[in-house]
């Protein structure tokens, strides 16, 4: 099935957010194995350490914050299709709601596309 170059846009841009919030994950766990290699091991991290992730909706201009646990958050996107965004930042052409927690909604795309480059795309979502 084909997909519009807005859709294509809009999901790109979720894949952004998610690397942008994956990458708090990756930091993290430099910043343990620094530790170790430091020998200061009663510094690393718990797993389920509470962290203020970015809403990974379509909108470009979104700001949002959603607390989870990272354990929880990398639990979620173990599937790739998967994003979590704040209540109502769904976009119903492009993705279903598979799950919904009182601060946050987990979403699934219709459609794939390629991982994006860094930028993030103009779109015409407006989640304020």
Do not use: W
């Not at 430099?30 to 170790?36: S, T, Y």
């Not at 797993?47 to 809403?55: A, N, V, W």
């Not at 299709?81 to 279903?96: A, G, L, R, S, W």
């Amino acid at each position: 099935m084909s997909i519009s170059t807005a859709e294509r846009r809009q999901i790109e841009n979720e894949m952004i957010f998610r690397r942008m919030n994956e990458k708090v994950g990756d930091d993290l766990g430099e910043l343990d194995a620094m530790h170790i290699e430091d020998g200061n091991p009663q510094l690393i991290r718990d797993e389920d350490i509470l962290l203020s992730f970015r809403c990974e909706c379509s909108d470009e201009n979104c700001d949002t914050r959603i607390a989870l646990k990272l354990s929880e958050y990398q639990e979620i996107h173990k599937d790739r299709d998967t994003f979590v965004i704040k209540i109502n930042h769904q976009v119903d052409p492009i993705e279903k709601i598979i799950r919904t927690e009182a601060e946050y909604s987990v979403v699934k795309k219709n459609n794939s596309t390629p991982e994006p480059g860094k930028d993030l795309n103009e779109t015409i979502i407006n989640n304020l």
